[in-house]
Nanobody, 123 residues
Framework: QVQLVESGGGSVQAGGSLRLSCKAS????????MGWFRQAPGKEREFVAA????????EYADSVKDRFTISKDSARNILYMQMNNLIPEDTAVYFC????????????????WGQGTQVTVSS
């Protein structure tokens, strides 16, 4: 199983930017697909973006397309998410997640989760 530790959350004003990081450790990390999910108070956890360590295939939720970019540093096993033009609706706890092999947008497909990092966007 893969262990995940997120960092990089914080508080910004609308229009600002943040970059989240997720350090993955464990055996065969390169065989996993990675995802970012978020959960706002009183709401269900929702998909944000995902990619595979092995390919450049990326998926994004419609709400973040053209504003968020998921990327990776394969040598250091770090997953990133650059978040630009943030809006108050992006306020949530952001989670990094991993599942074997294929990219998915379903939280139930992911078996490994980080502890989450808070992102707060003020208007």
């Amino acid at each position: 199983q893969v262990q995940l530790v997120e960092s990089g959350g914080g508080s910004v004003q609308a229009g600002g930017s943040l970059r989240l990081s997720c350090k993955a450790s464990g055996r065969n990390v390169e065989r996993y697909a990675m995802g970012w999910f978020r959960q706002a108070p009183g709401k269900e956890r929702e998909f944000v973006a995902a990619m595979s360590w092995r390919t450049i295939n990326r998926e994004y939720a419609d709400s973040v397309k053209d504003r968020f970019t998921i990327s990776k540093d394969s040598a250091r096993n770090i997953l990133y998410m650059q978040m630009n033009n943030l809006i108050p609706e992006d306020t949530a706890v952001y989670f990094c997640a991993a599942r074997p092999y294929d990219v998915s947008s379903l939280a139930s497909d992911f078996g490994s989760w980080g502890q989450g990092t808070q992102v707060t966007v003020s208007s």
